[in-house]
C-alpha cells in the first residue's frame, strides 16, 4: 500500500495537468526504509513527448547525488499518462529500475487534464512484473500517526 | 588508490548489497571487464552488443559517457563512476 499525504498527492496531479499533452514525471523522496514520500521533486522529461517519459541525464545524477546527501531514496516514482489509462505499459515495465518503489501513475485523458477526477493508481514493478495497490491518501504524516495512535487505543480500552 | 564505482539498487544483487565497490583498468570497458570477474553477471546488464545499454547511465567524474567518448572513455585511479539506471517509461509500446 501507498500511504501519501493529500497535498503530495495533489501537486503531483496538477503537474501532470500542467505538462498534458506531454507525459509529466518525477519522484517522492523520503528517508530510505521510511516508506514515506516526504519531498516531491518534479522533473523535466526531458523527451518532452506525449508518449515517453526519461529524466535528463545530467538532472538524475544530480537527483541521486541530492538523496544520497540527505539519506534519502525514492519512495514514489510518478509519471503521466495522456491518452491511455493510468496502468504501467510494457516500456514502464521494461525499464522500471528501483525495485523498492511505488510506480504511480496518473491519467489525464479524456478531459481529466482540466477538471474532474485523475486516475491516480500506484504499483509495484520487481523483476518485470507488475503489482498494483492500494493508494492511501492522508492529510499528513503527523496526523496519520495520531489518527493510528488513537485508533489503537480505542482498540486496545 | 582504486576507481570507486557505485552501484544501483537493482544491480547491487551482483556486489552482496555493497553500494560501492572498487575496480580497476585504463577505460571504462577495462573497468566493466573487472568489474565482472569480481561480480559475475554485472556486464551484461551493463553492455549490449558491444555498446553501453540505451538506458542505463554510466558517469566518470560526473560526466555522462555518452559525451566523452563512451566505453573507451578513459579512468584512472581516484576517479568515482557512478552507475544510474535511466527514469524512464511512458505509454508508448516499445523500448
Known amino acids: 500500500m501507498l500511504t501519501i499525504d493529500q497535498a503530495t498527492h495533489d501537486a503531483i496531479i496538477a503537474h501532470a495537468r ?4 506531454d507525459e509529466a514525471c518525477g519522484i517522492v523522496a523520503g528517508p530510505i526504509g521510511s516508506d514515506v514520500p516526504a519531498r516531491l521533486v518534479p522533473m523535466l522529461n526531458a523527451a518532452m ?3 515517453f517519459y526519461e529524466f535528463d541525464s545530467a538532472d538524475l545524477l544530480q537527483l541521486y547525488r541530492d538523496m544520497d546527501d540527505r539519506d534519502e531514496e525514492p519512495v ?6 495522456t491518452a491511455t489509462e493510468a496502468y504501467p505499459s510494457r516500456t514502464d515495465v521494461n525499464l522500471a ?5 511505488h510506480y504511480v501513475l496518473v491519467s489525464t485523458r479524456d478531459g481529466a487534464h482540466e477538471s474532474g477526477p485523475v486516475d491516480f493508481r500506484s504499483y509495484r514493478i520487481v523483476d518485470g512484473e507488475v503489482a498494483e495497490e492500494e493508494v492511501r491518501v492522508v492529510e499528513g504524516y503527523a496526523d496519520d500517526t495520531a489518527d493510528e495512535e488513537s485508533t489503537q487505543q480505542k482498540a486496545e480500552h | ?13 551482483y556486489t552482496d548489497g555493497e553500494r560501492v565497490v572498487e575496480g580497476s583498468g585504463s577505460t571504462v570497458t ?6 565482472e570477474a569480481d561480480h559475475a553477471g554485472i556486464k551484461e ?5 558491444g555498446e553501453a545499454r540505451r538506458f542505463v547511465n554510466i558517469y566518470v567524474n560526473d560526466e555522462d559517457i555518452r ?13 568515482t563512476v557512478v552507475i544510474l539506471p535511466a527514469v524512464a517509461g511512458g505509454a508508448r509500446s516499445s523500448s
Not at chain 1, 76 to 81: D, K
Open chain 2, 30 to 35: 577495462e573497468l566493466i571487464d573487472q568489474l
Open chain 1, 76 to 81: 514514489v516514482i510518478y509519471h503521466s499518462h
Open chain 2, 45 to 49: 546488464r551493463l553492455i549490449e552488443n
Open chain 1, 97 to 101: 529500475g528501483e525495485p523498492g518503489a
Open chain 1, 18 to 21: 500542467r505538462d498534458h499533452p
Open chain 1, 49 to 51: 513527448s506525449p508518449t
Open chain 2, 1 to 13: 588508490m582504486a576507481i570507486q564505482v557505485r552501484i544501483p539498487t537493482i544491480l547491487r544483487t
Open chain 2, 67 to 79: 559525451f566523452t567518448g563512451n566505453l573507451d572513455t578513459t579512468v584512472a585511479d581516484g576517479d
